[in-house]
């Protein structure tokens, strides 16, 4: 069955169309990671953390964001895939990625190693939430809830929403820093329906950012509730728009 429909529907690798899978080997093994940086500063930092700077500032509110991807031709192809055609196979190729990603961050690692942290803090992945008029009017659906809960599954970790968008906002990437600080000024409330103990370490997962503001802005909403809880984040690449 599999092979009637492979030949009646080929499919091509989105990269070189050579009649493949989504993505050919050959075009997979030319992926590469995002270079390891400071989420705020973008200078090089170790397993993606805040640099020691970046952590004294009051406002910045993330412990580190992974990126497993630089932000390519092929890398943007298969987000589209994800946001437009909902692909279950490029789903789990991103999700797969990311797990390695997360597996081979030294400082989880350790975290991990560590009892005392692993009964203190009760690890949830979360996501960007989109406003209700996009996701049932613009897109039908969210694809970096696609993801976290995808990614929930294979970790076998929660997926919660912790926070609503509260307010449409005009899209991040054209901005100036200023002027995405304001778009993003009371778009994001806490959702009271989730409720959480406050020693928790939360994922929070996205597609692409251009800026870390928005995450930011959800990790500051949830840390002036509950100042211990530890956020981080993980992106599938890192659009330098
Ligand atoms: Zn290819
Ligand atoms: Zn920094």
């Known amino acids: 069955m599999h092979n009637i429909i492979n030949r009646l529907f080929p499919k ?9 899978d989504y993505l050919c ?29 970046c952590k004294m500032e009051k406002e910045n509110y993330l412990e580190w964001i992974i990126i497993p991807f630089a932000y390519t031709d092929e890398v943007k192809k298969l987000i ?3 946001k437009y055609y909902h692909k279950k196979d490029v789903i789990n ?21 560590n009892p ?21 009017f613009v897109k039908g659906y969210n694809q970096s809830e696609l993801l976290a809960k995808n990614l929930a ?28 600080l304001k778009n993003l000024k009371g778009a994001f409330s806490l959702d009271s329906k989730n409720s959480l103990n ?7 997962v996205d597609d692409v950012t251009t800026t870390w503001s928005t995450l930011n802005q959800i990790a500051k909403v ?8 530890k956020i981080r984040g993980i992106v599938i690449a890192r659009h330098m728009g």
């Not at 091509?12 to 493949?20: E, G, L, V």
């Not at 599954?153 to 995405?180: D, P, W």
Request: with cysteine.
């Open 222 to 229: 949830i840390k002036t509730e509950f100042p211990k809880i």
């Open 80 to 82: 589209l895939k994800v």
């Open 153 to 180: 599954s294979k970790l076998s970790l929660e997926c919660k929403q912790f926070v609503r968008k509260t307010k449409r906002t005009k899209s991040q990437a054209q901005l100036s820093r200023a002027g995405r």
């Open 12 to 20: 091509h690798c989105i990269s070189c169309s050579q009649q493949w």
């Open 93 to 113: 190729f991103l999700v797969d990625r990311m797990i390695i990603a997360l597996q081979t961050n030294q400082i989880l690692q350790q975290n991990l190693e």
């Open 198 to 204: 406050g020693n928790e370490t939360i994922l929070l």
């Open 25 to 53: 080997l050959p075009c997979k093994r030319k992926l590469s990671p995002h270079p390891e940086i400071c989420p705020y500063c973008h200078r090089a930092s170790k397993d993606y953390a805040t640099c020691l700077d």
């Open 116 to 136: 005392a942290f692993c009964t203190l803090h009760s690890a949830l992945i979360s996501f960007v939430p989109s406003h209700r008029y996009r996701r049932l």
